[in-house]
Nanobody
């Protein structure tokens, strides 16, 4: 079992920055990839960014590349998402998730999810 807890969401204006953090506990040794996903009202959950837990390799959705940065601290078992130049389209519930099925951005491969943290960006 792996437990994930997100923090750091909130209200922001367009152009602002926010930093999300995900704290992992439990059986994290088998995890290959950590990811951030988001779900806007009325839309399906979508991939935002992923990072290889041991490799540090990153990959971003086109919509956030160049504005968001994912990072991890293996010693603290945390994964952060630094979000800059926020846009109203970035509004949604942001979820941290983890998989042991390799380096993938497919949400169906992720078997542990946090409860989500709300990010609201006003214009």
């Amino acid at each position: 079992q792996v437990q994930l807890v997100e923090s750091g969401g909130g209200l922001a204006q367009a152009g602002d920055s926010l930093r999300l953090s995900c704290s992992a506990s439990g059986r994290t040794a088998s995890r290959s990839t950590m990811g951030w996903f988001r779900q806007a009202p009325g839309k399906e959950r979508e991939f935002v960014a992923i990072i290889g837990w041991f490799t540090g390799t990153t990959y971003y959705a086109d919509s956030v590349r160049g504005r968001f940065t994912i990072s991890r601290d293996n010693a603290k078992n945390t994964v952060d998402l630094q979000m800059s130049s926020l846009k109203p389209d970035d509004t949604g519930v942001y979820y941290c998730a983890t998989t042991s099925r390799g380096f993938t951005w497919s949400s169906s491969a992720y078997d542990y999810w946090g409860q989500g943290t709300q990010v609201t960006v006003s214009s």
